[in-house]
C-alpha cells in the first residue's frame, strides 16, 4: 500500500471514529443526561375529547306544533379500537353487523377503516385506502347507520357477545315536520354540516343551522354539547376517564306563526298560482289578453297591532324533509336541482323577493302628501286620462277620466294622474331647491317611506333580509350617471370600477343605441334628473322596491296608530321543560309623524277600495258586517325579459281586516310577481285568506280559538302537552286535500270535498288596477324587474 | 494499523495465534485458526443481540397476541446468513475476482428485474422481487456485494503493477460502479444509493486515485444529493423526511407523518435510560408506539430495552467490527483484498452510523437496516457474505 492510500485509510479510520464517537455522545445526551424527560414523556397519556352531540331544540308554533323536532333513531357504532384487535381483525363481527342492518359486508368495513395514507407506486400522493374510509378521529365510535330500529338496536345491545365493540345508541336526529300539512320550509330553514375551521366551537361533521329560524336561533336551538375527556394512552388506547360533561339539551322557539293560520296563506299562495291566475285575463282593457301563468307568489300575514308574524308564505317551496340528515344521493340531487330552480324555491320570498309595490305605495306618497300639506281631505283633485311628464303623456292604467274627486276617491280608484300631478309639483319644488337655491332637496316621499321603514330592512328575526330600495335625489342622480355612463363604456368603451379597460359592445344596433343614450346628456348635472322619475315612483314603480313583509309592517303602521314594527317570527324561547327563558316581542322602530285623523282617513278610503274602488269586484258579496276588510290594490309594472311586451305585471294586493268598529286585527299583503293586475290574483287570494282567518263564506275556521297568547304547554318529560285546534279535512283551504286531520277540530264540521274555486268570478274585465309607464315612454329604464333574486342591484331593462 | 505505523509482521495478533492450549489440535494450517476470531465473536454477539431485539420487537403483535413467527424466521435467516458467511470465506481467494463479473451482471440483471413488471413494490419503493412462499429478496443489497468484488477487482488490478490507477482506469471504474448505483436510485431506494456512493468514494479513494477525482466525485455527490431532492422523482414522503429534519415544525401531511416515527423512537430510547426496562419488557415497543421496529426502528428496542449500556454496546461491537475490518484492509497484502475490505468498511459504516442515527434524531430517516441486527432475509444474507469475504482476505493475508 502506498502512502497515498494509507493516508486516506487513515482519514477513513478517523472519520469512522468519529461517527462512533457521536453516536455515544446522542445516546449519552438521550439516555442518560436527558432519559428522565424522556421516561417522562413515554408515560405522558394524550387526552382525547368525545363529543356527545346535544339534542336540538323543537321549532313549534303557537299552540306548540312542531316543525322541527328530533325524532330518536338508534345510532349503530363500532368502536375501531376493539374490533381492530379482535382475532379476525373483527371480519365476523362486521359481517354480523352487515347482516343485521342490511348493508354490504365489505362496504361496511371499509366505512368504519379509519383511513390510511398510503404511499401507491406512480402516485406522488398518499391515497386514503380503503375506498370510502373512515377519516374522522378513530376513537369516536364510528356511526354506521343512525336508522336502525328498535329490534336491531336491541339485537346489538342484548347480544354483545356477538357483537363486541359494536355498541346502539339512541341519538336524536332532526326531523321536519307539517304541522296540519303546513310546510313553512322557507322560514323553518334547515341544517347544514359546519365547517369547524370557520365555525369556531363546532367540531367536524356537527350540524349548524344554514338558514331560516334554524339559522337564526341557533345559539338557543344548539344546546351544548357533551364532552368527556378520555386519557388516551400511547397506543390509543382509552385509559381513563378525566371529565364528563353532559350534553345540554337545546331550547325550544316557539314562533307565533300558527299552524292553521300558515297552512291557509300557503293554500292561498297556492291557489293564486296554480287556479286564480291561469283563469284570469291578464289585463282588464284588454279581453283578448290571455291568463297569466305566474310561478312565484309570496305573502305575509301580521298581527297588526303586536307586530307578530302569524303566518309566511313563500311559493314554490319544498320538502324539508330533503335536507335532513343523512341526506341520500337522491336528496343530494333534489338539493342541486332547487338551487338551480327559476322560481327560487329555497329563497324566502317574503323577506328575500324585493319587487315594486305598485299602487300599495300610494300609502306612502299620500302620507308624504298629507304631511306636506299638498294634499288635504277637503280639495277636490283632477284625475285626466293622463298628464304629461317630461314633455310625453302619462296615462291612468286604464285612461280613465274621473273628473274632479276628493282625495278618498283618489285613494279608492287608485288614480294614478293625481299622483302624477303631485310628482310634478314636488320634482319642480325640489329642482328649484337643488339647482337653483343649491339646497337639499325635500325628498318628500322618500323621507316618508323611510319613516314607513321601507329603506331598510324591518329587523325581523330571519336571516338575509333584503332592505328594499326607495331613492332619494342624489341616489337617483347617482344612478342616472351610472347608467349613462355605462351607456357611453357600451358606445365607445371606457374604464371599469376597477380601472380596467372595456370594450364597447360588440353588437352594432345596441352600441348604436348606447351612442344614442351617450349623447343625450352632456352635463351630467342635477339637470338629469327627470319628473318621470318622481312620477314613477309617487305609483310605487320605477326604482321603488320592497319586500313583501315591508310592504306588511307599513300597512301595519297605518291600522294600529302609527307604530312601524320591526316584526318577529318568534315570540318565545323556552327551555326543553316549556319553561320561559326569554319573551321576544316586536320592537316599534319608528312611529309616524302623520297625525292620527290623516291615518283613519287613509284607512276609510282604503274600506271604500273593497266597496267601489279597484277592489271591490275582489270583494264582491263578502260579509263586511261581519269582518271589515280593507286594502289596497297594487299592479307594478316591470321590465321582464321573458314576456312578449318587455313588461309583466306583479299582483299585490295590501289588505287589513278586524271586526266592525275595531281596530283591524291583521294585516296581510300577497304579491304575485308576472300574475296580472292586483285586484285579479292578489286580491282573491286574499279574500281566501280572510275567509279561513274567520271562517267566512263557508270556509272553515283556521283559528276557531283565535291567535294564542300563553306558551304552549309542556310536561316536565318536554313533551308538548297543549292540543293546537285541528282544521276539518276536505276544507275548500286546501284544494290538494292535503289538510291533515287533528285532534280536537273546532268549528263546524264539513262534508264538502269540492276543490276550491276563485270566489270571484275572476273573469270581469272590470278590476281596475293602475297602469302606468306604457312601453316606450321614457325613461322606461328606470322600471326595474325583480325576481325574488335577492338584492342584485337595479339593472337596465334591454328594452 | 497501517503499513506506515505498524508493520505487517507485528507478531501478536488479537487473533490468539499461538496463544492457546488448543494450538495443537488447531494447527496452523487450520482455515478454523486462521479466522479473525475477535471479528467472529464480536458478529457472534451482534447476531444474538440481533435475534433477541427481533424477539423483543415482535413478541406482542399489532393485535396484542403473543408471537414468534419473526423469531422463528429470522433464526432461519440468521442459519442461512452463517452458512452463506462461512462459505464465502471458505472460498479460494483467486477465485474470487473470476467471480467479479458474474457477480457484477447477476447483480444488474436482479436490480433491472425489480424494475420490470415483476418487481414488487413495498413502502413506496420497488425495490423487491417476490419469489413465493412468503419469500422475497431485495436486490439492491445483492448489488452491495457485487460492488465489492466488482471496484476491488477492476481498481485493484491496476494497483497490483503498483502504479495508481490512472485517470481512464478510474473513470471506467467509476462507469461500472455507476450502472447499478442508478439502478437503484430508479427504483427510488434513496439509502441504499447513498450506501453504494460512499462505497465507490471509499473503493476509489484508496485504490490511490488522483485526488482531483476525489474532490470532483465528493461535488457530484452533493450537487447530486440536491438535484435528486429537487428533482421531482421523490416520494412525498421521501422529501418530506428531509423536511421535517431540516425543519422539525414542518406541518403538511407527509410531514405530520414522517415526523411521528423518528420522535417516537427518541422517546423510547430516551425512556430505557441507563440500564434499559429489561428485554421483552419494552412497554413502547410493546405497545408499537414506534413502528418499524422489527426492521428500519429495531434500535429504539434495544434503547428502551436495553438501555444505555445495550445500546453502547451495540455500537461498541459494531466498532469492532469495524475496527478489524480496518485492521483486515490495512494488512491485505493485495490491493485486491485491500478495496473490498475497504468498500465493506464505507458500506457497514455508513448505514449503521444512518440507521443509529435516524433513531437518535441526528439523521434523516432513510428505510436502512441496521447490519446483524434488523430482521429481513436479503440484508442478513449479504451481510454475512460481506463478513465472508472479510474473513477471506484475511486468511489469504495470513497464508500468504
Redo the contacts between chains.
Keep these: ?6 493516508v ?6 478517523v ?3 468519529s ?2 464517537l ?3 455522545g ?3 445526551y ?3 443526561l ?6 417522562h ?3 405522558v397519556t394524550r387526552v382525547h375529547d368525545v363529543i356527545t352531540t346535544a339534542t336540538r331544540g323543537m321549532i313549534l308554533d303557537d299552540w306548540g306544533r312542531p316543525y322541527a323536532e328530533n325524532a330518536t333513531g338508534a345510532v349503530v357504532s363500532v368502536n375501531w379500537l376493539a374490533i ?4 379476525d ?1 373483527g371480519k365476523a363481527v362486521l359481517t354480523r353487523l352487515a347482516g343485521l342492518i342490511g348493508e354490504d359486508p365489505t362496504l361496511l368495513t371499509d366505512s368504519v377503516t379509519p383511513c390510511s ?1 398510503q ?1 401507491v ?1 406512480g402516485s ?3 391515497v386514503a385506502t380503503p375506498t370510502g374510509c373512515y377519516t374522522g378521529a378513530p376513537l369516536q365510535p364510528i356511526p354506521v347507520t343512525d336508522q336502525a330500529n328498535t329490534g336491531q338496536a336491541i339485537t346489538i345491545l342484548e347480544r354483545q357477545d356477538e357483537f363486541p365493540g359494536v355498541t346502539a345508541t339512541v341519538q336524536s336526529i332532526r326531523k321536519y315536520e307539517t304541522p296540519l300539512g303546513s310546510e313553512a320550509s322557507n322560514l323553518i330553514g334547515y341544517l347544514g354540516k359546519a365547517d369547524p375551521a370557520t365555525d369556531k366551537g363546532y367540531t367536524a361533521g356537527s350540524l349548524k343551522g344554514a338558514s331560516g329560524i334554524e339559522k337564526q336561533y341557533e345559539s338557543a336551538l344548539r344546546g351544548t354539547d357533551g364532552v368527556r375527556e378520555l386519557s388516551i ?3 390509543g388506547n382509552q385509559a381513563a376517564e378525566i371529565s364528563n360533561s353532559a350534553a345540554v339539551p337545546g331550547d325550544n322557539v316557539v314562533l307565533s306563526i300558527d299552524a292553521g293560520a300558515q297552512l291557509l296563506m300557503e293554500k292561498s299562495l297556492e291557489n293564486a298560482v296554480t287556479t286564480i291566475a291561469p283563469n284570469q285575463p291578464t289585463s282588464p282593457t284588454n279581453p283578448s289578453a290571455g291568463p297569466t301563468h305566474p310561478t312565484q307568489a309570496a305573502g305575509v300575514l301580521i298581527n297588526a297591532q303586536t307586530g307578530e308574524i302569524v303566518a309566511s308564505g313563500s311559493y314554490p317551496s319544498y320538502d324539508s324533509k330533503t335536507f335532513e340528515f343523512p341526506r341520500t344521493q337522491a336528496d343530494n340531487a333534489k338539493i342541486a336541482a332547487l338551487n338551480v330552480d327559476p322560481a327560487h324555491p329555497l329563497l324566502n320570498q317574503v323577506i328575500q323577493g324585493q319587487y315594486a309595490p305598485g299602487s300599495t305605495f300610494k300609502l306612502i306618497t299620500t302620507s308624504a302628501e298629507l304631511l306636506s300639506g299638498r294634499a288635504d281631505w277637503n280639495s277636490m283633485y283632477d284625475c285626466p286620462g293622463s298628464v304629461i311628464v317630461g314633455g310625453k303623456p302619462k296615462s291612468n292604467s286604464e285612461g280613465e277620466q274621473l273628473g274632479k274627486i276628493n282625495l278618498q276617491t283618489t285613494i279608492a280608484k287608485s288614480c294614478d294622474t293625481v299622483y302624477y300631478g303631485f310628482a310634478l309639483a314636488d320634482y319642480a319644488g325640489d329642482y328649484t331647491r337643488v339647482v337653483k337655491q343649491k339646497v337639499a332637496p325635500l325628498d318628500t316621499v322618500t323621507a316618508m317611506a323611510k319613516k314607513y321603514g321601507l329603506t331598510a330592512a324591518t329587523g325581523v328575526d330571519l336571516p338575509s333580509e333584503a332592505n328594499g330600495l326607495i331613492q332619494s335625489w342624489d341616489e337617483k342622480k347617482a344612478l342616472t350617471i351610472y347608467y349613462h355612463n355605462q351607456s357611453c363604456i357600451g358606445a365607445y368603451g371606457g374604464l371599469g370600477s376597477k380601472g380596467q379597460k372595456l370594450k364597447p359592445n360588440p353588437n352594432k344596433q345596441k352600441r348604436a343605441v348606447d351612442k344614442l343614450a351617450c349623447g343625450h346628456q352632456p352635463t351630467l348635472g342635477d339637470e338629469i334628473l327627470y319628473p318621470g322619475n318622481y312620477a314613477d315612483e309617487y305609483i310605487g314603480q320605477g326604482t321603488v322596491l320592497a319586500t313583501p313583509l315591508q310592504m306588511a309592517m307599513a300597512y301595519a303602521a297605518l291600522v294600529n296608530g302609527g307604530k312601524v314594527y320591526s316584526p318577529r317570527v318568534a315570540k318565545a324561547i323556552t327551555s326543553p321543560d316549556g319553561t320561559l327563558v326569554k319573551a321576544i316581542k316586536p320592537v316599534v322602530r319608528s312611529t309616524l309623524n302623520v297625525s292620527q285623523s290623516d291615518l283613519d282617513q287613509i284607512r276609510t278610503a282604503m274600506y271604500q277600495v273593497n266597496l267601489t274602488g279597484t277592489g271591490a269586484t275582489a270583494f264582491a258579496g263578502f260579509p263586511m258586517d261581519q269582518v271589515q276588510v280593507g286594502g289596497k290594490t297594487g299592479t307594478a309594472q316591470v321590465a321582464d325579459k321573458s314576456s312578449p311586451t318587455g313588461f309583466s305585471d306583479t299582483s299585490v294586493f295590501a289588505s287589513f281586516a278586524g271586526k266592525p268598529g275595531q281596530d283591524p286585527q291583521y294585516v296581510s299583503i300577497i304579491m304575485v310577481p308576472k300574475g296580472g293586475y292586483g285586484a285579479a290574483v292578489a286580491g282573491p287570494a286574499t279574500r281566501l285568506l280572510w275567509d279561513g282567518l274567520y271562517g267566512l263564506e263557508g270556509h272553515p275556521n283556521v283559528l276557531p280559538q283565535g291567535l294564542r297568547t300563553q306558551l304552549p304547554n309542556f310536561s316536565k318529560d318536554g313533551n308538548i302537552v297543549t292540543k293546537g285546534p285541528g282544521i276539518t279535512p276536505g276544507t275548500p283551504v286546501a284544494p290538494t286535500g292535503s289538510a291533515t286531520p287533528g285532534a280536537g277540530t273546532a268549528g263546524a264540521t264539513t262534508t264538502t270535498t269540492q276543490p276550491a274555486t276563485p270566489p270571484t268570478g275572476g273573469s270581469t274585465p272590470t278590476a281596475l288596477g293602475p297602469l302606468t309607464s306604457p312601453p316606450g315612454e321614457s325613461p322606461p329604464a328606470r322600471v326595474v324587474a325583480f325576481g325574488a333574486s335577492g338584492r342584485s342591484p337595479p339593472r337596465t331593462p334591454d328594452a | 494499523m497501517t503499513d506506515w505505523l505498524s508493520p505487517r509482521t507485528a507478531p501478536v495478533s488479537l487473533g490468539g495465534r499461538n496463544t492457546t492450549p488448543h494450538s495443537r489440535v488447531l494447527t496452523r494450517e487450520s482455515r478454523l485458526r486462521q479466522f479473525d476470531w475477535v471479528l467472529n465473536i464480536a458478529l457472534a454477539l451482534l447476531l444474538v443481540l440481533g435475534v433477541l431485539l427481533v424477539w423483543g420487537a415482535t413478541h406482542v403483535t399489532l393485535s396484542g397476541k403473543h408471537s414468534t413467527s419473526y423469531l422463528k424466521k429470522d433464526l432461519l435467516n440468521l442459519v442461512i446468513g452463517v452458512g452463506l458467511g462461512v462459505g464465502t470465506s471458505l472460498l479460494d481467494y483467486r477465485s474470487l475476482r473470476a467471480y467479479a463479473p458474474v457477480v457484477y451482471v447477476a447483480s444488474l440483471l436482479g436490480l433491472l428485474a425489480v424494475l420490470s413488471p415483476i418487481g414488487a413494490t413495498i413502502n413506496g419503493a420497488k425495490s423487491w422481487i417476490v419469489i413465493g412462499g412468503g419469500f422475497t429478496i431485495q436486490p439492491a443489497e445483492f448489488a452491495k456485494i457485487a460492488l465489492v468484488i466488482g471496484l476491488a477487482m477492476y481498481l485493484g488490478e491496476k494497483r497490483d503493477s503498483g502504479d495508481a490507477p490512472r485517470h481512464v482506469d478510474v473513470a471506467w471504474g467509476l462507469v461500472l460502479a455507476s450502472v447499478p448505483l442508478g439502478l437503484v436510485l430508479l427504483q427510488p431506494d434513496l439509502g441504499t444509493a447513498v450506501v453504494l456512493g460512499f462505497m465507490i468514494l471509499a473503493a476509489i479513494a484508496v485504490s490511490g486515485a488522483p485526488t482531483r477525482w476525489i474532490a470532483g466525485m465528493m461535488l457530484v455527490a452533493i450537487l447530486g444529493g440536491f438535484a435528486v431532492v429537487e428533482s421531482g422523482r421523490l416520494h412525498g414522503y421521501q422529501k418530506a423526511r428531509f423536511t421535517v429534519f431540516f425543519n422539525p415544525n414542518a406541518t403538511d401531511k407527509y410531514s405530520k407523518v414522517e415526523k411521528d416515527d423518528p420522535q417516537h423512537a427518541q422517546i423510547a430510547i430516551g425512556s430505557g435510560g441507563l440500564l434499559g426496562k429489561g428485554l421483552l419488557n419494552g412497554p413502547l415497543t410493546n405497545d408499537h408506539y414506534v413502528h418499524a421496529t422489527v426492521d428500519d426502528f429495531i434500535f429504539s428496542v434495544a434503547g428502551e430495552e436495553l438501555g444505555f449500556v445495550g445500546a453502547v454496546g451495540i455500537v461498541g461491537l459494531l466498532g469492532v467490527v469495524l475496527w478489524r475490518a480496518f485492521r483486515i484492509a490495512a494488512k491485505a497484502d493485495d490491493a485486491f483484498g485491500r478495496l473490498m475490505a475497504v468498500s465493506i468498511i464505507a458500506w457497514f459504516s455508513f448505514q449503521a452510523f444512518e440507521n443509529i442515527g435516524m433513531c437518535l434524531g441526528i439523521m434523516p430517516v432513510t428505510g436502512l437496516p441496521l447490519p446483524f441486527i434488523s430482521y429481513g432475509g436479503s440484508s442478513m444474507f449479504v451481510n454475512l457474505i460481506a463478513m465472508g469475504l472479510l474473513q477471506n482476505v484475511h486468511m489469504h493475508s495470513q497464508t500468504a
Design positions: 500500500m502506498n502512502e497515498r492510500s494509507a486516506r485509510l487513515f482519514t477513513i479510520r472519520l469512522v471514529a461517527l462512533i457521536a453516536l455515544f446522542r445516546l449519552w438521550l439516555q442518560v436527558a432519559g428522565d424527560q424522556y421516561a414523556e413515554a408515560s381492530s384487535q379482535q382475532k381483525k395514507y404511499k407506486a406522488k400522493n398518499r394512552d400511547r397506543h
